[in-house]
């Protein structure tokens, strides 16, 4: 059956070529015989069949799909007693994704043990240190050698399936030997839906002779190009934010092994060479300084086989290792991570400025190569990294540790949902979480703010972590407030943004769960482990009684968003609280989501409906006998119980828009809420029948012209709720734009009419009055004007220059903080700081006919702070500071120029509105605060900020 399946093919090839031959003429030399060097030169078994057997073509000439690679894996597994593979993951698209184990067949037959073995080594509370030693002494060395992450950095699967055949067919005896001491896991093919894409684009650019142009269509691909998933995500941004079914899986059988190395085979820019580990500063402070050694030792040997090749290489350079998100992510855990970047080929090799034509197949070798280089320093040096291992395993849980007086504290919160979403991706690293029976006092804690607050008290129910415990590194790398940046490599940053405007950071300086998860944390320099218990999540109740006349749930809980808009895509009527209520003896915070059976007189079920809703959210939902709220609080036929229309929405995307922003806020709407919704192609916004949606999101990009804002105007006018991201956020706030949001630069000629508003809508906060003065009825000639207190306030040219300094300083991914409007329904479910993830972004300005619903910058109150203080075109009133920086490298001039700006702003426009998201809410799926934001915009947007219809 094997041998028939091949023959086909060959058959098909024959005839493909016999049928191009006709029409085209034949190139003048082919691509494969760029490179003459056999890949594949031991002795091997005959009775595995050789890879050009399953390709077609001669391993490494051209790039093997997605589906050759997994046909070859299975037919080997059927051959080779030294193979065993492992379906870890299916694709979005359906491609499964495999670990292929490769080993002597007495230790694939003992994979289980050797797994728990592993599993012991890591625990030093488990077993002692002679324990270890005789683990050590009997364990094989164990590698995971994992290849093409990003779709179109090709090489480096077929190097692996090279690899493959090579470690299970051949004959010699250094690969047996090897084999007897070593399990080695093989994960070929990281990204096979990108894979697939980049794949189909070489097909689909193919012209007959080889092209050898880096730039051209076969080597660069098209929108949204291979490098990503099939929500366009980056897989290798990836590894602890989780959010990818590729990285589910993949992370959760790494973490079973816990191997001694991890390969990471990547491709760069086509006219680069090959780099490989160790990294340059910055790196992470919780990386173990042994795996930094072993870099080296690795590196070296490496090193040495490319000389011997005459193959030109080069480590460090831009190969920074901050941002835990990496596959790197293992170092935290004990394993070293190796980096490989080979230059990219696509097919059929690259001219370069020498004058010669790298071949893709030389790329391929490079890939090869390199695997069994590092299997072989891995086979010498494996007994003395399991020391090192092993002492770390102890240190992790020492009391001495730099971690043993550390505790990560995520408050109590009714948003079950995110807190549930972040004990999973917790839980999937081996990280153990308790939460507190009762209040625990504790001397201080530091507050997200950056704060110290003395005699704390953390109040029970809250999820506590305390850092004295085996995955100590890793749950510091995420969970600390701040990665900790040396100040030489700031210095060189600075000197870089002020001499290139370049940056040496290669990634984002802030990332930590909390932050990017908008949930309220401390941090505690104590070991908490005394009125704790394993961490549970709190159940969910529902009683859903058929007499209710609401039935409504929590709208703090983000699921309340998706509870909603389900409904009403089953055309339920749906209604939202605005502000918080206790009816029936529950209260509910604003935003809860309430049906009325009043309001859904013909629908039989509606009972059923709400309970097959929440259940598949898995929110609970309270029954309300009586619409009366006691007081002054909302009844339900009042003006606080509104009524929700049915988002109807699209999506632009396409060629000229980012395709991250795009994919990630795709995926949200099908992770988040899972309602239909169209991604259109942006062109079609200026010719088709807008009139489907109500909702229209654009994401971030340089995509939309003059035209189209035109016809989205009249669209806007007529009741749509238009939402942009970044830089569409820029062009609607440009010259050409749409309403009256601006661009910070283009308002210092009327700073002082923005401060003023400012000033009022900071105050409109302020509680106290002084009652004898209002109700005296001499006129007061003593009132102040807070623009008049001001002292020095800064002229536009001196503003301008000071704005050209600010910008050379802008963040590259930060986190800042953003204060909200908490009576505004864009803010439901919002925290009152909310942490923004931010970078070089439009910085929006908003008079009060705009609302503002979140703007940089926590007030702060300081009596200390006698006078007001200016902050280029903006002030603060006396008696506050104004915390800008929350995490990552923020510069004090890029705070000063962001500081009360806003970050989302909503303006009303005809019968619709313009809902303006300064930076990219959704960012790798990750920055749940801001992303809660966006799920209001869409799914309350249509029924709040509209003008409602009613259809005669
Ligand atoms: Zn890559």
Do not use: C
Request: no cysteine; glycine share 6%; aromatic share 10%.
């Amino acid at each position: 059956m094997k041998y028939k399946i091949t023959t086909l093919f060959f058959f098909l090839t024959f005839i493909f070529n016999s049928v191009q031959a006709k029409d085209l003429m034949q190139p003048t030399s082919y691509s494969k015989d760029l490179y003459q060097v056999e890949i594949l030169d031991g002795n091997y078994s005959k009775n595995i069949t050789h890879p050009d057997k399953f390709l077609g073509f001669g391993i490494g000439e051209r790039v093997a799909s997605p589906w050759q690679i997994t046909n070859a894996l299975k037919q080997w597994s059927t051959q080779s007693d030294r193979i065993k593979i492992v379906e870890y993951a299916k694709s979005h698209e359906g491609r499964p994704l495999h670990a292929v184990f490769i080993s002597s067949p007495d230790n694939i037959d003992n994979l289980d043990k050797i797994k728990s073995d592993l599993s012991a080594l890591s625990d030093a509370r488990i077993i002692n240190d002679r324990q270890a030693r005789s683990l050590i002494e009997n364990l094989p060395a164990v590698a995971w050698m994992a290849y093409s992450i990003h779709g179109n950095e090709t090489s480096g699967a077929d190097g692996a399936l090279a690899a493959i055949y090579h470690l299970i067919a051949s004959t010699d005896n250094d690969v047996v030997n090897m084999l007897d001491n070593m399990v080695i896991i093989v994960d070929p093919l990281m990204n096979p839906d990108g894979r697939a894409r980049f794949a189909k684009s070489l097909e689909q650019y193919r012209g007959t002779a080889p092209n050898y142009d880096d730039q051209s269509l076969l080597h660069t691909g098209d929108w949204p190009y291979g490098r990503t998933n099939h929500y366009y995500f980056d897989l290798n941004r990836d590894w602890f934010y989780l959010t990818q079914p590729e990285t589910k899986g993949r992370v959760k059988l790494i973490n079973e092994w816990r191997p001694q190395i991890l390969v990471d085979g990547h491709e760069m820019g086509p006219q680069d060479t090959f780099m490989t580990g160790p990294p340059r500063e910055p790196i992470n402070k919780n990386i173990d300084i042994d795996l930094i050694k072993w870099g080296n030792v690795f590196a070296q040997d490496q090193g040495n086989a490319f000389d011997k090749r005459n193959w030109r290489f080069y480590t460090g350079e831009w190969h920074e290792d901050l941002y835990p998100g990496y596959s790197f992510y293992v170092q935290f855990r004990g394993t070293l991570g190796i980096l490989y970047e080979q230059s990219r080929m696509a097919e059929d090799g690259v001219r370069r400025p020498e004058g010669t034509i790298q071949s893709y197949k030389e790329s391929v070798h490079h890939q090869y190569i390199s695997t069994l280089v590092n299997l072989k320093s891995l086979l010498k040096n494996s007994k003395e990294m399991y020391k090192d291992y092993w002492d770390g395993r102890k240190y992790n849980i020492s009391k001495d540790s730099k971690y043993a007086n550390q505790t990560f504290v995520v408050l109590p919160t009714d948003n079950n949902t995110r807190l549930n979403t972040l004990a999973d991706k917790l839980k999937a690293q081996d990280i153990e979480l308790f939460q507190n029976t009762k209040d625990i006092k504790v001397d201080n804690v530091k507050l997200q703010s950056g704060q110290i607050v003395t005699n704390y008290t953390i109040p029970a129910g809250s999820m506590i972590i305390p850092n004295r415990q085996p995955e100590a590194p890793l749950i510091a790398a995420i969970l600390e407030f701040d990665a900790d940046i040396d100040t030489d490599v700031l210095v060189e940053e600075r000197q870089k943004s002020l001499k290139s405007g370049s940056s040496i950071m290669y990634d984002t300086t802030a990332f930590n769960f909390t932050m990017m998860y908008g949930l309220n944390a401390v941090t505690v320099d104590e070991h908490l482990d005394s009125s704790l218990e394993t961490w549970k999540p709190s159940s969910v109740s529902s009683e859903i009684t058929k007499d209710a006349v609401i039935w409504a749930t929590n709208g703090v809980d983000d699921n309340s968003v998706a509870f909603a808009a389900r409904l009403m895509e089953q055309n339920i009527e749906v209604r939202i609280i605005d502000k918080e209520s206790t009816l029936s003896g529950h209260t509910l915070p604003r935003g809860s989501v309430a049906v009325l059976q009043m309001d859904n007189p013909d629908v039989l079920n509606l009972q059923n409906l709400v309970k097959t809703v929440s259940d598949e959210l898995n929110i609970s939902v309270v029954s309300i006998e009586s619409g009366f709220g006691p007081e002054e609080l909302p009844d339900w036929g009042g003006r606080h119980f509104r009524l929700l229309e049915k988002p109807q929405i699209a999506m632009l995307s396409h060629e000229g828009f980012n395709s991250y922003d795009v994919g990630v806020s795709w995926w949200s709407l099908d992770h988040h809420l899972g309602i239909r919704h169209s991604m259109i192609n942006a062109s079609l916004a200026s010719y088709g029948d807008l009139r489907r949606y109500n909702t229209i999101i654009i994401p971030s990009g340089r995509a939309i012209d003059d035209y189209t804002v035109d016809t989205l105007l009249d669209w806007v006018s007529q009741g749509g709720t238009l939402i942009a991201h970044n830089r569409s956020t820029r062009f609607l706030t440009s010259e050409y734009g749409i309403g009256s949001v601006k661009q910070l630069q283009n308002t210092f000629d009327e700073s002082d009419k923005y401060n003023f508003d400012l000033l009022r809508e900071i105050y409109s906060q302020y509680e106290n009055i002084d009652k004898d003065k209002t109700n005296n009825n001499i006129v007061d000639f003593e009132v102040s004007y807070p623009w008049e207190e001001l002292d020095g306030t800064l002229s536009e040219s001196e503003l301008k220059s000071r704005d050209k300094w600010q910008s050379i300083f802008m963040p590259s991914g930060s986190i800042v903080a953003g204060r909200i409007d908490d009576e505004h329904w864009l803010t439901f479910g919002t925290p009152n700081t909310i942490p923004v993830l931010y970078s070089n972004l439009p910085i929006l300005m908003a008079r009060s006919y705009v609302d503002a619903p979140v703007r940089i910058g926590q007030m702060i109150p300081n009596n200390e702070i006698k006078e007001p203080r200016i902050i280029n075109w903006s002030s603060l009133p006396a008696g506050n500071d104004l915390n800008v920086r929350m995490s990552g490298l923020v510069w004090p001039e890029a705070s000063q120029r962001i500081a009360n700006s806003a970050y989302l702003t909503r303006e009303r426009i005809g019968d619709g509105q313009v809902i303006l998201f300064s930076g990219e809410p959704n960012f790798r799926g990750a920055t749940l605060g801001t992303n809660r934001l966006w799920l209001n915009a869409i799914v309350y947007g249509p029924g709040l900020g509209t003008r409602s219809r009613i259809n005669p």
